[in-house]
């Protein structure tokens, strides 16, 4: 065929598609591995220590459920639906049907919310809570990164950005750290509006120090 | 979704914008925080919604309403398993990360993965099976720097036709008696040929270039060498598509299409005259003998054209006479399980075509152990070796092919000696 590439520079680039076969879902198999590790970590991190109440135990059970189902749809997310299947055999067609079900719910903002709601039931442990905020940002980027298979290099510009929200992170561990002026209930939601001033007021001025630094 | 051209022309596309799964989680995990630290009044959640805030009031990117976007396939027909290029190129999207996704068409196979990232990027694809094929669709993904939203275009991709796999053939069947055309085939007659033929007396006017002095020598007058003729002969392959019969990919028809495209392009290249007749239920397409390599594909367009063309009932006697020009050697590729294409067979021996049966018949009824299972699956084989039979009892050749051998070990018989000619005398 005379606008047909020819068959050599097919076969080589048939060889070479062989070849970087595994290299080019290297990003992705790390990628989704390391979220497996961090959702792993932070079920971990906001289940200690046991609460022994039904609602933790309960609670610990939707996170394990959501991260689970995150780590399959991240794992098993490259296999092709067919859209025929009428002509498979029962135990294909439940294959199949489980593979559609596991890429439908957000399985990661649930997560986000029960590990949250979790935390919640703890007493007020400022720094662990602060531990758990930046592993939680990790293990969202690591899930984006996971699923739209980009090396982090991909997220160079978001450097400062979470390199200021690390800052604010601690700044808010700080601020719950800090005791109530008195009792009352209005004290601790003055508490809760002071620090809301003191880190918008951080985020405000953070990027600019820093812009000023690098210059 | 506006298809892609094959011309590789430019098309603007409208880019869908919506915020990512990423930005939606960010948001989730954000609100979620604050809410905590409101209803329980723990600053410390604050800190925790912090960087989510952050990223999601930093990001702020381009997000062109159009990109311009170039698909341009590397072929529009290419064999079975054969690599087609496509190649994707968006303008108009600087500054964002660009990933392309192919969703390809039934029957089209991904060579490589089918993602690929960058403003510039080549997909491969194969078919597996011959027909009129779709390359699928394509869809761009827009990613700003951020990540918080992505832009969709969805691209459907032009047909293309999937060609039948042509088996290896090189050697051919000759016909005894070859019309009076010049071609590559040795005639039975002297000629202006390169192949020597005998030696005859010398009269004025030969060359002296041709005298065979050792012959003169003996003889005591001078001998000439002479040449055979070189001539072409017309080849009309008949397909019958009637029973697809057999695992799909090494069906009959599969198998009658990938010989008879071997056998076009054999012939073809040694400058015979080729046509094809498909003979299918309710009638029959056919494309009169014709010559040069664009003729391979014509016959094989043909041969996929199921519902067009020519079709007036499925008797070959109202086939003009173009379709089967008379002392044509007729090459079929059947199963032989339709009873009327075996009468139309015989009717066209008794016409006077000299045939040659290609049996692409490679299954059987399976083998059960009831003893009606069994007796019918007797029956059914000596009713197939009758037809045989009684069609080899006619004169016509009849020999079997797996698909996977070369058609050359089958028809080795018939490719060494000239095939005789209908009513001539073996």
Redesign the interface.
């Known amino acids: 065929?005379t606008?047909?590439?020819s068959?050599a520079d097919?076969?080589a680039?048939?060889a070479r598609?062989s070849q970087?076969?595994i290299g080019?879902?290297l990003p992705v198999l790390t990628a989704t591995a390391a979220s497996i590790l961090l959702g792993a970590a932070c079920t971990a991190w906001s289940a200690i220590p046991d609460q022994g109440t039904t609602g933790a135990a309960f609670l610990l059970f939707l996170i394990i459920v959501c991260v689970v189902g995150s780590a399959l749809r991240l794992s098993l997310g490259w296999i092709p639906l067919s859209e025929e299947t009428y002509l498979m055999g029962a135990p294909l067609r439940a294959w199949l049907s489980f593979l559609r079900f596991i890429r439908v719910p957000?399985w990661?903002?649930g997560a986000?919310?029960t590990i949250?709601?979790l935390?919640?039931l703890h007493r007020?442990r400022?720094w662990h809570?602060?531990v758990?905020?930046?592993a939680?940002?990790a293990y969202?980027?690591a899930?984006?990164l996971a699923?739209?298979?980009?090396t982090p290099a991909?997220?160079r510009?978001?450097v400062p950005?979470?390199a200021?929200?690390?800052c604010?992170?601690?700044?808010?561990?700080g601020?719950?750290?800090?005791h109530p002026a008195a009792a009352g209930a209005g004290s601790?939601?003055l508490?809760?509006v002071?620090?809301?001033a003191v880190?918008v007021a951080a985020?405000l001025v953070l990027?600019y120090v820093s812009t000023r630094s690098r210059r | 979704m506006p298809p892609a051209s094959p011309d590789s022309k430019q098309v603007e596309h409208l880019v869908r914008w919506r915020l990512s799964r990423h930005a939606r989680r960010l948001l989730t995990l954000a609100l979620a925080a604050v809410i905590a630290a409101l209803v329980q009044r723990r600053p410390e959640f604050l800190g925790l919604a912090a960087p989510a805030l952050l990223l999601l009031a930093a990001g702020r990117g381009v997000r062109p309403a159009t990109v311009t976007i170039t698909v341009k396939p590397s072929t529009t027909r290419a064999f079975e398993r054969e690599i087609v290029a496509l190649d994707a190129a968006a303008t108009g999207a600087t500054g964002l990360d660009v990933r392309w996704t192919l969703r390809p068409g039934k029957g089209v196979d991904l060579v490589r993965t089918g993602s690929a990232d960058g403003a510039e990027v080549r997909l491969l694809v194969s078919p597996d099976h011959w027909g009129r094929r779709e390359f699928g669709t394509v869809e761009m993904v827009l990613r700003d720097r951020w990540r918080l939203t992505e832009g969709h275009v969805d691209i459907t991709l032009p047909r293309f036709n999937c060609y039948p796999h042509p088996a290896e053939q090189d050697t051919r069947v000759v016909l005894s008696r070859l019309p009076n055309r010049l071609g590559e085939h040795s005639a039975r007659t002297w000629g202006e040929g390169s192949e020597f033929f005998g030696i005859r007396e010398y009269v004025p006017g030969d060359r002296q270039r041709s005298i065979n002095w050792a012959a003169s020598t003996r003889r005591g007058r001078l001998q000439v060498n002479t040449f055979a003729a070189e001539r072409s002969q017309d080849v009309v392959l008949l397909a019958d598509a009637t029973s697809d019969v057999g695992e799909p990919g090494s069906s009959a028809l599969d198998l009658a299409l990938r010989g008879s495209a071997a056998a076009a392009r054999a012939y073809l290249q040694a400058r015979d005259r080729v046509g094809v007749v498909t003979y299918q239920w309710g009638g029959a397409d056919w494309l009169a003998p014709g010559l040069g390599k664009r003729q391979v594909y014509k016959i094989i367009e043909t041969m996929l054209a199921s519902d067009s063309g020519w079709s007036r009932g499925a008797s070959f006697r109202k086939l003009p006479r173009a379709a089967l020009p008379p002392g044509a050697l007729v090459i079929v590729f059947s199963p032989l399980l339709d009873q009327r294409f075996v009468e139309a067979l015989r009717d066209m021996r008794e016409r006077g075509f000299t045939m040659l049966i290609v049996d692409v018949l490679n299954v059987e009824p399976p083998a059960r152990p009831r003893v009606t299972d069994r007796l019918a699956r007797r029956i059914w084989k000596m009713e197939q070796e009758a037809i045989r039979f009684s069609l080899r009892e006619l004169g016509i050749p009849v020999v079997r092919w797996n698909g996977t051998d070369p058609l050359d070990l089958p028809l080795a018989p018939y490719t060494r000696r000239p095939l005789m000619h209908a009513g001539s005398r073996r």
């Open positions: 065929m606008d047909q590439p068959l097919a076969g680039d048939n598609a970087s076969r080019s879902r957000p990661e903002e986000a919310i949250i709601w935390e919640l007020s400022p809570t602060a758990l905020g930046a939680l940002i969202l980027i899930v984006h699923e739209t298979g980009s991909a997220l510009p978001q950005a979470l200021v929200g690390a604010l992170l601690a700044l808010g561990a601020a719950g750290m800090l601790a939601l508490r809760v002071a620090a809301v880190i985020g990027p």
